[in-house]
């Protein structure tokens, strides 16, 4: 059986879930009380619902408990709205819920009537916009644990025609290449310390924070 997954609440998020989600293979209810939404999603779902998330009765329709996610992302539109709605899906026995939360105080309310994820779009965009602010040569990053990023790179000029063994990331930053791209479009690959870096590629990074920035304020 495919994997369900309810998304409460069809603003910017929802939709852009619902969007991502359906090139998946997870079966998607999608739940909103605003006609024109619901009206929307029907590019993304088969049968989106237009039901009132804060009423318990209409709620339990859906039977969270028997979704693998149930996922509240009414954040956008009314903060009591989505502490009602997690506190009704924990309520009626949901195994997952992932809330969006417009600010900390939010977020803290959500987790306590029963959010066993918060989540703030703008935030975790902002984070991970803020990089390439700083340097052309980013194209973005991922936080992984408390100290660990991810990131993408463009290769800097006196990167070019060298191979990775030479550069010695690991040691002089601390910074491991994780893959190479070649190009914005290309194929990822695998490298080695025999690999050599071409104009054009991508590295693929995994350091500390503040690792990337150093090396590249050392090539710019």
């Known amino acids: 059986m495919n994997r369900q997954v309810v998304v409460i609440g069809l603003g910017q998020f929802g939709m852009g879930l619902i969007r991502a989600l ?5 079966e998607i209810i999608a739940v909103d009380l605003d006609e024109k939404r619901v009206e929307m999603a029907t590019s993304w779902v088969a049968k989106p619902l237009c039901i009132d998330a804060t009423n318990e009765d209409a709620l339990a329709q859906l039977h969270p408990e028997k979704r693998d996610v ?17 506190a009704l899906l924990k309520q009626l026995g949901a195994k997952r819920i992932i809330a969006r939360a417009n600010d900390d105080l939010h977020a803290r309310i959500l987790h306590l009537v029963g959010a066993d994820e918060v989540v703030n779009p703008e935030w975790d965009f902002g984070e991970r916009y803020a990089p390439r602010i700083l340097s052309k040569h980013v194209l973005g990053e991922m936080l992984l644990g408390a100290d660990l990023v991810v990131s993408e790179i463009y290769a800097a000029k ?8 030479d550069l010695n990331l690991q040691r002089k930053f601390g910074i491991t290449v994780i893959a190479i791209r070649e190009g914005i479009n290309g194929k ?3 490298v080695g310390a025999e690999d050599i870096i071409k104009k054009g590629d991508i590295l693929v990074t995994a350091a500390r924070r503040g690792s990337i920035h150093k090396l590249l304020e050392d090539v710019e």
Do not use: H, P, Y
């Open 70 to 86: 149930c996922v509240c992302a009414t954040g956008d539109q009314s903060r009591e709205v989505g502490i009602i709605c997690t």
């Open 22 to 26: 359906s090139n998946s293979d997870v």
């Open 158 to 165: 006196k990167l070019w025609d060298m191979k990775l063994a």
């Open 188 to 190: 990822i690959k695998q």
